[in-house]
């Protein structure tokens, strides 16, 4: 038998809970969207500043001399060599390709916009590289909207070239794939082995953890990871990330 | 997204937060049975099954949370049960499912506009068929032609009614009356429902588990919200949900109390008309009926718009392409049969009170298993996990003519659980001997 103070005790809490529930609610009410603009905020600014430092990478790694020189050195003996057309195409391409580096500032992009800009690189390395130089890309055609960060593929790419192709001689064979598994994006940069070189995958792996960082904050919730694979014929880098369409967002 | 747009009707126009998830919910789940099963729950199961009640509902609703996660997760793009089920059952399988969500529903709306009825032939002196006709106008105003932004605007007045009635009213009691008269009352009247050891009541809980959770799992209402809400903040919705959602029986126990001690009474449903007689403030009398009326008129206007929501999108445009001005004809044409139908059933079956508690528990302890093996498992499920349900649930009612009604319930229940493992281990074993091959 309930004794007499267990029954106050329980009026107790079944006329006061109630209370509980109803501040618990206004609570939500009045701070639901200040928390949520406040984790927005951090988030915003954590991936801004981690944009930066890509950008500062970007710069400091690409933009090198000896990309510019060489590229420049192309494009003048093409001049020499009177090849108008490619001349003009080889400086538009550059043109651009500087603009997009230097006016994205968005924290994310569109996957079709990433490659729009990994085509100008590529066009350019073509006229450096000419016929050492084969790439090929494979894209499912669902992802093209799908968000992901800047300079994503482009950093695989350019590491591609910077740890392999410019140190070794030999074919360069270069194989790009996007496509969506389940509820993710994988993106495949495969390059192939060249002869001579040595295990860089240490080098190359630390280049690659300001991706993951990125990959994380813009994807908060969902599963991220960039891996290094090493294998006989090749390298190659695969980046998952769950797939977004940017008009989600 | 244009105004008339059918999709509105069906989502409203915004994602929800927490806080108006929590809210659509609570409007949803403050139904006529809450209200009517309270007084029912505590005069048959004491102050321990009142407090069970409470608690199994916010179980119920808390562990949905964490498979409405897991659903946002696999079904992205989705509004409604149907849609699902159409993406993880056979032709067969789909429609056997909504034979039995269409049935739930119907029964469920029965219930309420019941509940409605005898709390108007109760409370008002106006004859019981135009109040009956006005209460169900207003539902099919709301629910059956406003759609989910209409609900949404209900939702906020009546979970505000729910809460001012359900703090105000016992305080005020209490406060009036004190705890030990209560007590001595209650002790000396009803000394049953002090009893602790009291085992009928843990029986009580523990197969409440099953059909709150089973009634959950097929609310269409609920999927329809669970859609809605922004895919991080569901689970933390229902979770919350459940543990608000508890206090408002609690309550009401704790009010129903100040009705009995002294005293006995005719049957558990003139309890609520002794209580309006009981208040002695003009205003608190308004504030109980008001929040009484709210809280059925929104999960009746609830069930009715996840109905009508269901036979139009996923029955209707099964059979035809429907475009936009149709599908709004069909869903005027189909909640106001349905309001009519339940205007002609309840007056011409005079009001009386209903076995409510576990009415249909059979049904709903039968789909658990089958339900979650739709959401959980990947691909399409063959016709016997859906058809383990119907299985279950006829078990479950022949074996409860023999026997009393918990049985019937844990029986419906392993049956289906029994049928969809041996399905399980059936899949597990063949796709082995595929992989081996």
Avoid at chain 1, 10 to 21: C, E, F, T, W, Y
Avoid at chain 1, 158 to 180: D, P, Q, W
Avoid at chain 1, 195 to 202: C, D
Wanted: proline share 3%; aromatic share 14%.
């Amino acid at each position: 038998m309930l004794t007499v103070e267990a029954f106050s005790l329980n009026i107790m809490i079944a006329a006061l809970v109630p209370l509980l529930g109803a501040f618990t609610l206004l609570f939500l009410f009045i701070f639901e969207k200040r928390i949520d603009l406040l984790e927005k905020k951090t988030r915003e600014i954590a991936l801004e500043r981690e944009l930066q430092t890509a950008l500062y990478n970007q710069l400091n790694q690409e933009i090198q001399p000896h990309f510019f020189f060489n590229t420049l050195n192309s494009i003048l003996s093409l001049a020499r060599l009177d090849r108008k057309t490619e001349l003009i195409r080889s400086i538009e391409t550059l043109s651009k390709l500087l603009k997009f580096k230097y006016q994205t500032n968005n924290t994310f992009i569109t996957i079709d916009e990433e490659i729009t800009y990994v085509n100008y690189y590529l066009e350019i390395q073509k006229i450096r590289f000419r016929d050492r130089l084969h790439y090929e890309f494979s894209i499912d055609p669902n992802v093209n909207q799908a968000i992901t960060i800047p300079f994503i593929i482009q950093t695989f790419i350019e590491n591609a070239f910077k740890h392999s192709f410019e140190r070794y001689v030999g074919e360069a064979f270069l194989k790009t794939t996007i496509e969506k598994r389940d509820k993710d994006i994988h993106i495949t940069v495969w390059n192939n082995a060249v002869e001579g070189a040595e295990e860089l995958s240490r080098e190359r792996g630390l280049g690659l953890v300001n991706i993951t960082k990125r990959l994380e904050l813009l994807f908060p919730d969902g599963k991220t990871s960039v891996q290094l694979i090493n294998s006989d014929n090749g390298t190659s880098v695969l980046a998952i990330f769950p797939f977004i369409l940017s008009s989600e967002i | 997204m244009k105004k008339n747009d059918y999709q509105l009707y069906i989502s409203g126009a915004i994602k929800l937060g927490v806080s108006f998830g929590v809210v659509s919910l609570l409007a949803r789940w403050v139904t006529g049975n809450t209200i009517l099963s309270s007084p029912e729950t505590l005069i048959k199961y004491g102050l321990i099954g009142g407090i069970g009640y409470s608690l199994v509902g916010a179980l119920s609703s808390i562990l949905f949370g964490f498979l409405a996660k897991k659903i946002r997760e696999n079904h992205p793009g989705q509004h409604t049960i149907g849609d699902v089920l159409r993406q993880k059952l056979t032709p067969n399988g789909y429609w056997l499912m909504l034979t039995v969500l269409i049935l739930t529903s119907f029964h469920s709306l029965f219930v309420q506009a019941m509940g409605a009825g005898i709390l108007i032939q109760m409370i008002f002196p106006i004859p019981y068929f135009i109040g009956l006709l006005l209460f169900l106008t207003f539902c099919f105003f709301i629910g059956g032609a406003g759609g989910m932004q209409r609900l949404h605007q209900v939702a906020g007045v009546n979970v505000t009614l729910i809460f001012a009635a359900v703090i105000i009213i016992p305080v005020y009691f209490y406060i009036q009356e004190g705890v030990y008269p209560v007590y001595d009352g209650i002790k000396l009247y009803h000394p049953y429902l002090l009893y602790i050891k009291n085992t009928d009541a843990f029986w009580f809980i523990f197969t409440a588990i099953f059909v709150f959770f089973g009634q959950i799992l097929i609310d269409r209402a609920s999927w329809q919200r669970m859609f809605i809400i922004q895919k991080e903040k569901v689970q933390l919705t229902f979770t919350l949900t459940g543990l608000i959602w508890a206090t408002i029986p609690l309550a009401l126990s704790s009010l129903l109390m100040i009705t009995i001690f002294g005293r006995s009474f005719e049957n558990v449903y003139s309890l609520f008309s002794e209580l309006v007689n009981r208040i002695q403030s003009s205003i608190l009398i308004v504030l109980f009926v008001v929040f009484v009326f709210s809280s059925i008129a929104s999960a009746l206007s609830a069930e009715l718009h996840a109905t009508t929501t269901l036979f139009v999108k996923n029955i209707m445009e099964m059979f035809f392409t429907l475009t936009n001005d149709e599908k709004w004809k069909y869903t005027y044409l189909f909640s106001g049969a349905v309001c009519l139908c339940l205007l002609v059933i309840v007056s011409i079956l005079t009001p009386s009170p209903l076995t409510l508690l576990f009415f249909t528990g059979n049904i709903y302890a039968a789909v658990i298993s089958p339900i979650l093996y739709i959401i959980l498992s990947k691909g399409v499920l063959p016709f016997i996990v859906p058809f383990s349900s119907f299985i279950g649930a006829i078990g479950g009612y022949i074996f409860v003519t023999r026997t009393e009604d918990f049985k019937g319930i844990w029986l419906s229940f392993t049956i289906s659980t029994v049928l969809c493992l041996l399905v399980l281990i059936y899949k597990t074993i063949t796709r082995k001997n595929i992989k081996l091959l």
